[in-house]
């Protein structure tokens, strides 16, 4: 007799995988497909950051919820995944970028962030690597950033002793409706299952069109880069106002240097050119910064995958008219508060109720009002 799964999720980023194991943990028969390896795509490119200061309001109390489990995920995972936590520090260094920071620090204050604005010689007592030019930070305590790459296989050893069915390698081709729930069409053979659960990040979108939902999902290809081990520089992790900026040292030396720069690419071929001048930029504003980097030389660059819903916010629950259908993803910067959200999405599947109010996509299906409708 064919085995049929209560739950197959597609897609085996931290979104994907935390439902999985949670949801295996709960007493169900969990398969977990991915056309690659465990976390390889968006979840093991990105910069590992877990900050509140990136975070969009809305989404704070997940995050800090998140970042609580970051911290203690060697408990709950069962394996370390190189978490730092650390003060965390939001620069300005003009007056437009004070303003836009005291403001989205107050919102984000309000939401229960514990950030705090302090002006250029208390970022510098906090971070004393820092440039003499910063006006005002925000500084929030709730910081720090993990390891992209232990995440995954912290991922795959929890999976597996929690007896979840891993289908690495394994791309689904498209998802079959039948009475007793869906077959997954793949080249390795059918898997069928009672419940789906659709995580795969910027691939959302042909996802759901899958199952006849139409929903737009933003693909940004975040450019980042590393250095070569240096002497201790900075103990914090350090952004700027405009978003243009994550940096971060790892305890073995490295420099992670992110934000916002966009390389060339798409959802089909991913990261495909690295663009030198935004590459540039981002490394004068990184020693800008931090004018000891200065020094360091360059070890490799990269382009990491972020998906984005119309609001920003995640779609998070039941596809509507698709009974015992799910998603869950393009959660904006949804390395933090990732494995909140997912956890929240598999109580649900469980039959439970989440503590906080998840995010169905409903609201992203009906029409945009901002774009207003034609004479």
């Known amino acids: 007799m064919t085995r049929v799964h209560d739950l197959a999720v597609v897609g085996g980023g931290v979104h994907g995988a935390t439902a999985a194991l949670f949801c295996a943990r709960g007493g169900m028969d969990v398969a977990l497909l991915d056309r690659g390896p465990l976390c390889r795509e968006a979840s093991g490119v990105n910069a590992g950051t877990l900050t509140m200061q990136m975070?969009?309001?809305?989404?704070?109390?997940?995050?800090?919820r998140a970042h609580a489990m970051w911290a203690s995920a060697s408990e709950w995972l069962g394996h370390d995944v190189g978490v730092v936590v650390c003060d965390g520090l939001s620069l300005a260094f003009t007056e437009q970028e004070a303003e836009i920071l005291t403001y989205r620090a107050g919102k984000r204050r309000e939401a229960g962030a514990p950030i705090r604005i302090v002006d250029g010689r208390e970022a510098k007592r906090i971070e004393p690597g820092l440039s003499d030019e910063v006006l005002i930070a925000g500084h929030c305590e709730v910081d720090g950033y993990a390891n992209a790459y232990l995440t995954g296989l912290a991922y795959r050893r929890a999976l597996i002793e929690a007896g979840v069915a891993l289908?690495?390698?394994?791309?689904?081709?498209?998802?079959?409706?039948?009475?007793?729930?869906?077959?997954?069409?793949?080249a390795q053979g059918p898997l069928r299952a009672r419940r789906i659960l659709l995580a795969g990040g910027v691939w959302i979108e042909p996802m759901l069109a899958?199952?006849?939902?139409?929903?737009?999902?933003?693909?940004?290809?975040?450019?980042?880069?590393?250095t070569e081990r240096v002497a201790p520089v900075m103990q914090t992790v350090i952004g700027v106002a405009s978003g243009l900026l994550s940096l971060k040292q790892y305890p073995h030396g490295t420099v992670v240097i992110g934000g916002g720069w966009q390389a060339v690419g798409d959802r089909e071929r991913g990261g495909v050119e690295l663009l030198p001048e935004r590459l540039v930029g981002n490394v004068r504003l990184a020693c800008h910064a931090v004018p000891a980097l200065g020094h360091a030389r360059l070890a490799r660059a990269w382009a990491g995958l972020e998906a984005e819903t119309r609001d920003a916010l995640p779609a998070a629950g039941p596809v509507p008219g698709v009974n015992e259908a799910y998603v869950c993803g393009s959660v904006h910067s949804g390395y933090t508060s990732g494995p909140y959200i997912a956890r929240l999405l598999a109580d649900r599947i469980l039959g439970r109720e989440p503590d906080l109010p998840?995010?169905?996509?409903?609201?992203?299906?009906?029409?945009?009002?901002?774009?207003?409708?034609?004479p």
């Open 55 to 64: 975070t969009r309001v809305a989404l704070i109390p997940y995050a800090l």
């Open 358 to 374: 998840l995010f169905p996509i409903d609201r992203l299906l009906a029409p945009d009002p901002s774009e207003g409708t034609a």
């Open 167 to 186: 289908h690495e390698n394994r791309a689904v081709e498209g998802v079959d409706q039948g009475d007793g729930g869906f077959t997954l069409r793949t």
């Open 210 to 226: 899958w199952l006849g939902v139409d929903l737009p999902i933003k693909t940004l290809i975040n450019q980042l880069a590393v």
